[in-house]
């Protein structure tokens, strides 16, 4: 079954950004794959340490196995579709985020393993334009880098993803425009994931 995974780059459970993640995963399901939700908040990301342990002419395989990355990744290069989620801190995405996607370098050096990945970007601010599309633009240049395929958020919209501006999850529940939107992505990635099996 084509599968879209979530992941939630915030810092804590239960805020905008998950319930916007969640909402994007559920449009998702209604167009009928099998979804999987990645929260970072209550994993154990370390950072790369450069070692180039995962290039093919070494061990090839990542250094540090006693995190929670492997098993994130391991779902990653399982998934069709992934869609990746961010607060939107200084304009860019979290710093806990940035973490996972360096160690996913392993991924790319071990074979581009999630190379014809279908991938949608999610981004929530505090404010209208406090930088939730340069979240995007980054979260992008990850997806580009691995050589995955980049959607839009979609019809009706389809810009760059979506955004929502809210504090907490209180806001994110009563913004309208931004649940349309995650729910847009979601269905979009899912429709982009099940065509690109179909072709396979
Ligand atoms: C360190 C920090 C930096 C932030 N920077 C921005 C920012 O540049 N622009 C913005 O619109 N909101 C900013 N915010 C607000 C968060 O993006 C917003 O509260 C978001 O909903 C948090 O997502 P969460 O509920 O999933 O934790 C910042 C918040 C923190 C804690």
Known sequence: MVKVVGVVGSHRRNGAT???????????????VEVEMVTLADKKIEFCKVCFDCSPEKEGVCSIRDDDV?????????????????????????????????????????????????????????????????????IHAWMLVHDMLVVSDGKPTSHFGATGVARGREDAEKDGTGLQLARSLGKRVAEAAKQLRRKA
Do not use: W
């Open 18 to 32: 998950e319930f916007l993640v969640r909402e994007a995963l559920k449009a998702a399901e209604e167009e009928g």
């Open 70 to 138: 492997p098993e994130i990744c391991r779902k990653l290069e399982e998934a069709d579709g992934i869609i990746v989620g961010s607060p939107v801190y200084f304009g860019l995405p979290t710093g806990r985020l940035k973490a996972l996607m360096d160690r996913t370098v392993a991924l790319r050096r071990g074979g581009f393993k999630l190379r014809n990945k279908v991938g949608g970007a999610l981004a929530v601010g505090g404010h209208r334009n406090g930088g939730q599309e340069t979240t995007l633009t980054a």
